[in-house]
């Protein structure tokens, strides 16, 4: 099934998970000049779902948190700012007798569209093992890039087509939806020591093509105006 595929015929994700606790401790500061009124900060908070980076999947059994701003200026509407990426180290192997840990990290790009979807860039630091500490997946220059929606993806062939959730209302001030991607390619694993690249790539089958990776996140994002915020 190529890129034509019909959505009725896509994969479905679902959208099981009770609704999270908002804490709003990673809203990052209103810029000068925006109105602590009309400015609102939002967490999207994923407490399952999974990400397959090539051949590796990692079911998500703790919170994946994103935070964001959305400054309001009077002459000129709103803006978006990052606030922070967090979730916890899993570990993914091992080596020389060691745990080997994978954790998410911002790589620089951020967006919540018009359209309610996400784009997102990031990369996954690897530690433990005699990796060193500048052993990644993705960097700043080469991220992991993401465009996560709740319709229907397009992938190229011969991988299949997936679907989201739409976001619905789930509470006063709180929206459910889930939010998918296979489209993205993910580079090969670089700033590893002691041959750590090698290894990492032969784990994960990297670099991967468009396609052989998959992000699935039912996500509740929740928003409160900055005036509110302690």
Known sequence: MGLAAAP?????ATLTDTIPTFD???????PAGADVSGSFCSEAIASSGSVTIGNVTHAIDTPLKLTFGSPWFDDSG?????????????????RHGEPVYAQPEYAGAFEFTPDA???LSFKIRFTGGDLGSNCTVGTNANPISVHLITGTTAPPPPYQPISGVPWSVAAPGVHAGTVVDNTFPVPAASGCSDNGNAFLNQL???PAAAGASTVILPLHIGMISYSKLP
Do not use: I
């Open 204 to 206: 994960g089958g990297l």
């Open 117 to 119: 979807n996400l784009n």
């Open 78 to 94: 709103p803006t978006q700012v990052f606030g922070a990426l967090r979730g916890e180290r899993f570990q993914v192997a091992t």
């Open 24 to 30: 709003y401790a990673d809203c990052p500061p209103l």
């Open 8 to 12: 009725a015929q896509a994969r479905q």
